[in-house]
Every structure is written in structure tokens, then in C-alpha cells.
């Protein structure tokens, strides 16, 4: 009897830590992390997609649930002959240019995905997580998509000094070719860009060229306003003169007016008594003459009185 019961202690043992152990493997099988600046994104092979993603953390789901995680926060990724970043390979890669020409470029550029649209975009790439679709969606369109805006334009701007705007334009037409895929474009940059040493001589030319044109457009204008600036001056001086030679007419009118004005009142004090006083006043004693061919005639002023 006592036989018996320890075979039943032991068997009851081993299902118990066959039970414990089945139930953790359940627990990992039917636990998930979703890491930080993640979504996932459940798929039930019994109902189809669970709209309701997952968020960062650990999720317990069903055995019959999966899984998929997309980055809704920023990723840096790279096309380039350096080991840098994402890939170790050469992914650098070749643009054509209006001129006929091509162009090898380095690119760097940063994406998410939209977490309110993760699960459009699990069904259409058919159910390949974010990391997949970059490497065999999002690298390649960026190649074939940047391929069609270089080829508007001439290798002297893609090199040189509309490299900026180039970019900008670049950026703008990868945002709007991804959105409807729930891919957001963050940034896109040409990190390197080569050309052969022709084209690179005939660029340099081209920069020395519109350098000198810029100069000599400098000079020229600096020439211009400095010839409208000797005519506002002479135009000064000239106005300065007029002023100066009206205010001169101007203080003579007004020196001769008070002159007339001065002798006007003088005159209406003089009268016949006063003037023969200053007469008398100013006369020195002695008789005027007058001369004839004879000599002097001394004539008595009280012979014209009389």
C-alpha cells in the first residue's frame, strides 16, 4: 500500500512539472514584445487582421495569432559605397541626367510608417514586416524614383549649384510617391555625388564662367549706383546754389524796399526851413562864383534873394 503511494506521489509529481513546464512554453509561445517606437500589427489565422495594433511592451495572444511589427518612429537608412549604417554593402547607385549623362550618388534618408495605417499596409505587402518592406520595397523605389527627377535636369545643376533645390524637390516627390503606401518620408539627403574628370573640368568651367559674369555684374551695377550718386550730389549742389541765389535776391529786395521805405519817411520829414538850415548850417562863409572867360564874378546872394 504504501508502495502504491509513493507511485502515486511521483507521478503526481512529474504531471505537476509537466504542467508547469507546458504552461511556460504556452507563456513563450504565446507572449510577444513589441519594442519601443514599435506597432504590431495581429494577424489571426482563424479571423484575418486585428485592426487593433499593439503597442510597446509585452502581449499575451493566441496560439493561433501572429505578430508583425513596423517602426512608427524615425529610421535612418542608407544607399551607399560606404559600410555605413544598414547595410555593409555598395548601394550607392547611378541617376541619368538631362544632358545624357549619369551621375554616381550616395543617399541617405529616414522613414517611418503610419501607425494609424499599419494595417493597410501589412495587407499590402502581404504580411512583410517593416524591415523586409525597406530592403525590398523603399530602397529600390527610391533609387528608380530619384532616377526620374535627376533626369530633368543637366549634370552642371545636379553638381553644382541647384544641387539644393534638386534636393528639396527630391524630397518632396519621395513623400508624395510613399504616402499612399502608409510610408512617411522624413528626410532625404545626396550625401556624395561623383562624376567623371570631363564632366568634372567642364562643371569648373561652367562655375568659373558664371563667377566672372557675377563679378562683372557686380561692377556694373557698383558703377551705376556710384554715377547716381555723383548725379543726386551735383542735383544737391545745384538746388543749393538756387536757394543761396533766390535767398540773395531775396535780402537785396528786401534792403532796397527798406531803403525806399527810409527815404520815403526822411522825405516826408524834410521841409523848406529845415533844408535851408542845413544850408546855412553846412555853407563856410564864403560866396559862390561863377566863372566866365574873363575870370571870376563874385555874385551876391541877396541880389537873387531880391
Not at 517593416?130 to 529600390?140: C, T
Not at 528639396?168 to 532625404?188: N, S
Request: with cysteine; aromatic share 8%.
Amino acid at each position: 500500500m504504501k508502495m502504491k503511494d509513493n507511485k502515486s506521489g511521483i507521478v503526481g509529481g512529474i504531471a505537476l512539472i509537466l504542467c508547469i513546464v507546458i504552461a511556460i512554453v504556452m507563456f513563450i509561445l504565446c507572449s510577444v514584445r513589441v519594442p519601443a517606437g514599435y506597432v504590431g500589427v495581429v494577424y489571426n489565422l482563424n479571423g484575418g487582421i486585428e485592426h487593433d495594433t499593439l503597442s510597446q511592451g509585452w502581449h499575451l495572444i493566441a496560439p493561433t495569432e501572429k505578430v508583425t511589427t513596423y517602426s512608427v518612429g524615425i529610421e535612418q537608412s542608407y544607399l551607399t559605397a560606404g559600410k555605413k549604417g544598414d547595410s555593409e554593402d555598395d548601394e550607392s547607385f547611378r541617376i541619368p541626367t538631362a544632358d545624357g549623362k549619369t551621375v554616381k550618388v550616395d543617399l541617405e534618408f529616414s522613414y517611418r510608417f503610419d501607425a494609424d495605417r499599419v494595417a493597410d499596409t501589412f495587407t499590402t505587402f502581404k504580411g512583410r514586416s517593416g524591415s523586409a518592406i525597406k530592403d525590398a520595397f523603399i530602397k529600390p523605389k527610391i533609387v528608380a524614383w530619384t532616377q526620374e527627377v535627376s533626369a530633368k535636369y543637366p549634370v552642371t545643376d545636379i553638381f553644382g549649384d541647384k544641387r539644393t533645390a534638386i534636393n528639396a524637390e527630391l524630397d518632396e516627390y519621395l513623400k508624395t510617391k510613399f504616402d499612399p503606401y502608409g510610408i512617411l518620408i522624413d528626410t532625404v539627403n545626396f550625401t556624395n555625388i561623383s562624376v567623371d574628370d570631363e564632366t568634372a573640368a567642364a562643371i569648373q568651367k561652367k562655375v568659373t564662367a558664371q563667377q566672372e559674369l557675377e563679378l562683372a555684374r557686380i561692377e556694373a551695377n557698383t558703377a551705376k549706383v556710384e554715377a547716381n550718386k555723383n548725379k543726386e550730389v551735383a542735383a544737391v549742389e545745384a538746388e543749393t546754389k538756387k536757394i543761396q541765389a533766390q535767398g540773395d535776391a531775396d535780402a537785396k529786395l528786401i534792403a532796397a524796399d527798406a531803403e525806399a521805405r527810409a527815404n520815403r519817411e526822411i522825405a516826408k520829414s524834410l521841409t523848406f526851413e529845415l533844408i535851408q538850415k542845413q544850408k546855412y548850417d553846412k555853407w563856410d562863409g564864403k560866396l559862390p562864383t561863377v566863372s566866365t572867360d574873363g575870370g571870376s564874378t563874385i555874385i551876391n546872394a541877396k541880389d537873387f534873394q531880391n
